[in-house]
């Protein structure tokens, strides 16, 4: 067996290395990596590659804008009480991934709502971020390579959000109040790996092996969004059925490629100008 998934690895590396950047996400070590998400749980698309980079010793940070808080159809559960679970959930499954607590920044803004919002306000947070971190990589949702993907709401905006905030960053007499009075600094961001993106735009692949486990384990923490927890939040504990039936769900969200489990991005280097070329 042990050799069958030697030789199984053996061909599918060649597969992997021609896709991935330069020096591949694997070796990727002392980098800052900021996520910017809509919603808590959005980093579930790269939570492989997000532990990966921790335990490279990679700074890893997760900017979510909204807090969750209109995501149930549970008829018992108000804005306020959601949003709370959401954060919970959210901080568990970081502290699953080795991402300490620290490093979570949420925006607050409403679920479902974003696009509505001030767009002005909403980048401007962002790039206080941007400049506050200064990452040399930033995951975000893919806007689309050639033409606008489509997303649903929130996502639809976030992946736009974040492209113009990275752009905005990098220049000192944007949100100059940012740099004259809060002593930030202009920052360029160098590198991207774009998740939720077209299946055809996707270039890199990360082998997530060794920490599949990590990965179900993190998203079984977002109780209220799996099982019945949806309609009928029973959370935080489950029984033993419940858990199981939570990590068998998960389970089925992983990718395989050859039988070796992946998460699939699309890598851009560049200005973000030319992100969605």
Aim: charged letters at 25%; a negative charge.
């Amino acid at each position: 067996m042990k050799t069958l998934l030697s030789t199984i690895v053996a061909l599918l590396i060649p597969f992997l290395a021609a896709s991935q950047p330069e020096l591949p996400v694997q070796q990727w070590e002392g980098k800052t990596i900021l996520l910017i998400g809509a919603h808590p749980d959005d980093d579930a698309y790269s939570m492989g590659t997000l532990a990966m980079l921790n335990a490279n010793g990679n700074q890893v940070y997760i900017a979510i804008l909204t807090t969750g808080n209109v995501g149930t159809l549970d008829p018992d559960l108000g804005m306020v009480d959601l949003a709370l679970i959401r954060k919970q959930e959210e901080q568990a499954a970081l502290a699953v991934l080795g991402i300490p607590g620290d490093h979570y920044i949420n925006l607050g803004y409403d679920d479902g709502m974003l696009e509505f919002e001030d767009q002005k306000a909403v980048v401007s947070e962002l790039v206080r971020v941007i400049r506050k971190v200064r990452p040399q990589v930033i995951f975000a949702f893919d806007p689309g390579k050639g033409g606008q993907r489509w997303h649903k709401a929130d996502h639809r905006a976030a992946a736009l959000l974040a492209a113009d905030a990275a752009r905005a960053a990098m220049w000192p007499l944007m949100f100059q109040g940012q740099i004259t009075v809060e002593g930030l600094k202009a920052h360029t961001v160098e590198e991207y790996l774009l998740y939720d993106s077209a299946e055809k735009d996707k270039n890199t692949w990360v082998d997530i092996s060794a920490y599949k486990e990590k990965k179900v384990e993190a998203m079984s923490r977002y109780v209220s969004q799996w099982s019945s927890g949806w309609y009928d939040y029973k959370g935080p504990e489950l029984t033993e059925e419940e858990a199981m039936e939570v990590k068998e769900r998960v389970s089925q969200r992983i990718e395989y490629k050859e039988g070796i489990p992946v998460e699939g991005f699309r890598h851009y280097k560049g200005l973000p100008d030319n992100i969605g070329r």
